[in-house]
């Protein structure tokens, strides 16, 4: 199954014009508040009828408006995640994730329970759970609708850091266990960098490039929300576990060291920097707390005026941004093709 849109789309001062695919796995739509990303998801559900354009899922048309084809909501076959659960408060949870189904399959729902660990909720009430209980809830709701498409419009953002990182794992499984394409609507670079296989990087109305996670988010061309957010993400894998509390992964010809995973050796995962916890040297620095200092070369510098000067580094096969201000961008006379030191100061992992 994939999903393709191609729409345009004015809504208020913004004029849409889009056109992306997302095949199996989670595409993420991102970008900043008000680039339309809501008003697309909504037109994938049926929510808002775009001014022009087609939407196809499977290669059936949910939406045409050259051949005047615009199914309702319930005809498209969706499951949607809110930013809210819109959970019944009336029902228990065994009675919303029910609701809705047409035909009750109790192998499938039995998976999809134990699958998000809502077992022990099922006889409570929505309003006896907690912000991350009620999301794993609404996203077993969503899929026992037997949807040929996942719409997840933002569905961490009401959450606290603690309750995210409570419902994330679930969004991982739901990625690498269902065949269906799950479209996914964030501003959250974090969230992009662990769950994406495809990112739609969205800027007023228009789309600045799509393609593989790797691929957007490493590009210092591409920072929708601004060059403070710009980072690299890198495939890796567990190396080893020291004795002291490390963990030491491979990325290629890289050897990087993070705080203990616990995770065997050889398990994939993935790997994010942010630019702004890069340093820069023009010889290897000693005498410092940093346990990863590699050896680089400057592939390109983007000037982003008062934001400073960031940096495309190439490290091996990988490749790493650096933000630096203009004041040490001149003071180490940065250029195309500089052998240099990368001094990272933090790493966020998370797993494949």
């Known amino acids: 199954m994939s999903l393709s849109v191609n729409v345009q789309h004015r809504i208020g001062s913004l004029n849409i014009d889009v056109a992306f695919d997302a095949p199996g796995g989670l595409t993420a739509l991102f970008g900043r508040s008000g680039a339309g990303k809501t008003t697309l998801i909504n ?84 309003g006896a759970l907690s912000g991350g209980e009620k999301q794993r809830v609404a996203i077993a709701r969503a899929l026992l609708a037997k949807p040929a498409i996942v719409l997840a419009d933002e569905p961490l953002a009401s ?124 010889s290897r620095p000693e005498g410092i707390s940093a346990l990863n200092v590699l050896p680089a070369v400057i592939q390109s510098l983007r000037d982003e005026g008062a934001n400073g000067v960031l940096v495309q580094l190439s490290v091996g096969s990988n490749t790493f941004l650096a933000r630096v201000t203009q004041r040490s961008a001149r003071a180490l006379a940065l250029r195309n093709g500089l052998e240099i030191f990368a001094v990272i100061k933090a790493i966020s992992v998370s797993p494949r």
Request: no cysteine; proline share 6%.
């Open 43 to 126: 037109a994938v559900a049926g929510i808002v009828r775009p001014d022009k354009g087609r939407i196809t899922a499977g290669g059936e048309a949910l939406f045409d408006s050259a051949a005047g084809v615009n199914l309702p909501p319930w005809r498209r076959k969706l499951g949607y995640v809110f930013q809210d659960a819109r959970l019944f408060p009336h029902m228990s949870v065994q009675g919303n994730i029910r609701y809705g189904q047409k035909r009750r399959d109790r192998t499938q729902e039995a998976q999809i329970v134990d699958l998000l660990g809502i077992g022990p909720l099922l006889k409570r009430r929505p």
């Open 159 to 282: 959450l606290d850091a603690e309750r995210k990182a409570e419902v994330m794992p679930y969004f991982d499984a739901l990625r690498d266990g269902l065949a269906v394409p799950i479209l996914y609507v964030s501003h959250s670079a974090d969230e992009v960098a662990r769950l994406a296989n495809r990112v739609v990087a969205l800027q007023d109305g228009r789309v600045l490039r799509q393609g593989s996670a790797l691929e957007v988010l490493g590009d210092p061309a591409i920072t929708p929300l601004g060059v403070r957010e710009a980072g690299a993400l890198i495939e890796a894998q567990i190396e080893g576990h020291e004795t002291d509390g490390l963990t030491r992964l491979s990325a290629g010809s890289a050897a990087l060291l993070v705080p203990r995973l616990d995770l065997p050796i050889g398990a994939p995962v993935r790997v994010r920097v942010q630019a702004s916890d890069v340093m820069l040297a023009l």
